[in-house]
């Protein structure tokens, strides 16, 4: 069965400094992957996705970027975080190619202080 | 911007059947309505997805009128640990776009 790995569960970083959020799937081949944001009480943003190895779309430009060096491996980054970019940061794949619904992670949750 | 409109809140009590509607006025084609519950602090979940008629499962069912303009997702009978938001997204494409939501509030 499929599986998917977020982590940390739980971030507290300053002003300023950097990010690196790492997403793993298991049990599948190519999947689509995703990072959402969510503010809190808010709904989901989301920030990145990518259909293939290398191939990253950007939905709102900011400080972040992402990479997907592996077929299964999503990594979110920051060189220098600001206090806007705190909040829940959450990972999903889906299927490529079909009607798949998405499956998150378990999340991570930013507090930039 | 997200394709679909539904409220931003509702209540309800136990055992009570549930029906959030969902507006997608422009629906294309290809897309297919899905639907996922989110508990605080947790990834949503997904709940059904269907593209015309009804679907149905061990959870929930899915209303979707001939010109699929909306959809209604139905949950039967309802507890306190339904309480949560719940979203509906129409999905043709890579690119995934959550709205808002409805927060469904359950009384006892």
């Known amino acids: 069965s499929q599986t998917i790995h977020q982590w940390p569960a739980t971030l507290v970083q300053p002003v300023g400094s950097p990010l690196s959020l790492e997403c793993t799937v298991e049990?599948?081949?190519?999947?689509?992957l995703y990072w959402y944001r969510q503010a809190a009480g808010r709904g989901l943003q989301l920030l990145f996705y990518s259909v293939g190895i290398g191939q990253i779309s950007s939905e709102v430009p900011q400080n972040l970027s992402a990479s997907r060096p592996q077929d299964r491996q999503f990594i979110l980054s920051s060189k220098k975080l600001l206090l806007s970019d705190s909040g829940f940061y959450l990972c999903?794949?889906?299927?490529?190619?079909?009607?798949?619904?998405?499956?998150f992670g378990n999340g991570t949750r930013l507090t930039v202080t | 911007l997200a394709k679909t409109t539904q409220p931003i809140s509702m209540d309800s009590y136990e055992g009570q059947e549930v029906n959030i509607t969902c507006s997608h006025n422009n629906i294309a084609t290809n897309d297919y309505i899905t639907w996922y519950q989110q508990f605080p602090s947790q990834g949503p979940r997904f709940i059904i997805q269907?593209?015309?008629t009804k679907v149905t499962n061990e959870v929930a069912s899915l209303f979707i009128p001939a010109d699929r303009k909306s959809s209604t997702l139905s949950l039967p009978r309802v507890s306190l640990s339904d309480t949560a938001v719940y979203y509906c997204?129409?999905?043709?494409?890579?690119?995934?776009?959550f709205g808002k939501g409805t927060r469904l509030h359950i009384l006892p």
């Open positions: 269907g593209y015309k």
């Open positions: 999903a794949w889906s299927v490529a190619g079909i009607e798949s619904p998405l499956h």
């Open positions: 049990g599948t081949s190519n999947p689509n």
């Open positions: 997204l129409v999905e043709g494409d890579d690119k995934i776009i």
